[in-house]
């Protein structure tokens, strides 16, 4: 039961450009969204997140956007750099849980 | 800044075998929460702990599995008799209220032999 998808496994882009990963949720109980950056042999990092009560937050050069009618978010990296190389997982939880739902994550290329 | 730490780093064990894997959560964080990532695969939730008592489980986390906060920084999680399928990262995550954001830990690899 996949309550949080990333369908790109991964993603390459050129340094300096945008990076947009995305994620998909299909239980609408879900009010509180997170983005994770994971790199080898370490624990997932939060980077940034999103109440449902909002539609965009953003945090330096990482933006993410949450469309609640679609129930999708998107996380933006602007300028991209070769250090943001990582898998990115997206992560949802409901008002009254404490468990974290997380997508399958997506690997992140930055190509200097 | 403050870290949620793990030990140890990674163990081996033979398959039936009992582990105790240990986490040291951010220290006035009051949540705790045990995951586990098979090599491959997403993030699993397994178990949440407030007020010393589990809170919420997910179905992977049978009779085998048991945590614990045995004093006031350590938290741990045991698993009574290892099977092949228990080799996984295990990741501790701690917070300091419901519902927010979690941080977590290394990780211990185990692997089960």
């Known amino acids: 039961d996949q309550q949080v998808k990333q369908n790109s496994p991964s993603l390459s882009v050129q340094e300096g450009r945008i990076s947009i990963l995305n994620c998909d949720y299909t239980n609408s109980m879900f009010d509180y969204f997170l983005w994770y950056k994971k790199y080898p042999a370490e624990g997932p990092t939060f980077l940034i997140s999103?109440?449902?009560?909002?539609d965009k937050n953003e945090d330096g050069r990482f933006t993410v956007f949450l469309n609640k009618s679609a129930k999708h978010l998107s996380l933006h990296i602007v300028p991209s750099q070769p250090g943001d190389s990582a898998v990115y997982f997206c992560?949802?939880?409901?008002?009254?849980?404490?468990?974290?739902?997380f997508g399958k994550g997506t690997k992140l290329t930055v190509n200097p | 800044e403050p870290e949620v730490t793990q030990t140890p780093s990674h163990q081996v064990t033979q398959m039936g075998q009992e582990v105790i894997l240990r986490c040291v959560p951010i220290?006035?964080?009051?949540?705790f929460y045990w995951y586990r990532q098979i090599l491959g695969q997403k993030v699993e939730f397994l178990v949440s702990?407030?007020?010393?008592?589990?809170?919420?489980k997910s179905e992977i986390f049978d009779d085998q599995f048991s945590v614990e906060r045995p004093d006031g920084s350590n938290f741990t999680l045991k698993i009574r008799s290892t099977k092949l399928e228990d080799s996984a990262m295990y990741f501790c995550a701690s917070s300091d209220r419901l519902a927010a954001m979690e941080f977590f830990g290394p990780g211990t690899r185990l692997t089960v032999l």
């Open positions: 702990f407030y007020n010393n008592e589990i809170s919420e």
């Open positions: 220290s006035n964080h009051l949540y």
């Open positions: 999103i109440s449902s009560i909002k």
């Open positions: 992560a949802a939880s409901k008002g009254g849980s404490e468990k974290l739902v």
